[in-house]
């Protein structure tokens, strides 16, 4: 299982992103599919989560700006990011756990997104 993480980068404040993330490599039934972030010196957090048929949840530091959404043939999970804000610069890892809520998860590299005028 592979989890390829792309669309970070520099963007300013006010602006957009959208990263996305493929899970590769299997065929293993996918039951969630999330974004989490870490910021310097912080504890990872989770940012958006999307479980297969169940209900999409955000973190109430990005609800009304960012958007989860995933493509399930191409197993893939994107997060669109707007109206970005300096405190949301971070390395946004994706995370998928297969199976079941308590199935084995994986993570993704991490893509860094800074957000600087």
């Known amino acids: 299982v592979q989890l390829q993480a792309s669309g970070g980068g520099l963007v300013q404040p006010g602006g957009s992103l959208r990263l996305s993330c493929e899970a590769s490599?299997?065929?293993?039934?996918?039951?969630?599919m999330d974004w989490y972030r870490q910021a310097p010196g912080k504890e990872r957090e989770l940012v958006a989560e999307f479980p297969s048929g169940g209900s999409i949840a955000y973190a109430d530091s990005v609800k009304g700006r960012f958007i989860i959404s995933r493509d399930y043939a191409k197993r893939t999970v994107y997060l669109q990011m707007n109206y970005l804000k300096p405190e949301d610069t971070a390395v946004y890892f994706c995370h998928v756990r297969y199976y079941s809520d308590l199935g084995p998860r994986y993570w993704g590299q991490g893509t860094l997104v800074t957000v600087s005028s």
């Open positions: 490599g299997g065929t293993e039934p996918i039951n969630s």
